[in-house]
């Protein structure tokens, strides 16, 4: 099975795919640790796409999560969670990953920790609304991936909808 879990910033989408990853064993790709490099740097495109290449052609089953439309365009699930969430809730949980991360400082950080920790050392008001104004586009990016897709979607607000993709996951292919 191929899983591509899409959203806005603070949706849940990692939480969700280390479920998935744990429960069935599948690989989990994080597309935020596709384009990132740990220290806060972006990997340009070709060492995106290069590493998306390898993990599609070394894994035949997969989870994968992220927000950036010019990596999971790529990609060809047989089932896409969407996760897009409130407004309101997503400004809080993203509020909270600073506090978060602020627990981080001067610690000796295992370079395993995904490389969000990193982004989110210091919270400001100027940053909580460039994340806002990106969650915007992202939600407008995925409308129109989704606008055409002939293959099934479910919609994942929280943990309570966790069961109905685990379904999905055991039943597919019967």
């Known amino acids: 099975m191929k899983i591509l879990i ?11 795919a280390y479920s998935i990853n744990k ?23 070709d060492e995106q796409l290069s590493i998306l290449h390898d993990f599609l052609k070394n894994n035949d089953n997969w989870v ?7 990596l999971y365009e790529k990609v060809n699930p047989n089932l896409i969670v969407d996760m897009r969430i409130s407004r ?12 978060k991360a602020k627990k981080l400082i001067g610690k000796n950080v ?5 490389v969000q ?26 409308d129109d991936y989704l606008k055409n897709k002939k293959i099934p979607i479910i919609k994942c607000k929280g943990f309570s909808d966790y069961q109905k993709i685990f379904d999905y996951i055991e039943n597919f292919g019967s």
């Open 6 to 16: 899409i959203g806005p910033l603070g949706a849940g989408k990692s939480t969700l």
């Open 23 to 45: 429960k069935y064993g599948v690989p989990r790709l994080n597309l935020d640790e596709v384009q990132r490099v740990t220290g806060g740097g972006y990997r340009n495109e």
């Open 64 to 70: 994968m999560e992220g927000c950036q439309k010019t």
């Open 88 to 99: 309101l809730l997503a400004i809080r949980r993203f509020t909270l990953r600073f506090f």
């Open 110 to 114: 295992s370079p395993e920790l995904p």
């Open 117 to 142: 920790a990193y982004h989110y050392r210091k919270v400001t008001l100027s940053k909580i609304l460039d994340w806002d104004r990106a969650n915007k586009e992202i939600n407008q990016q995925i």
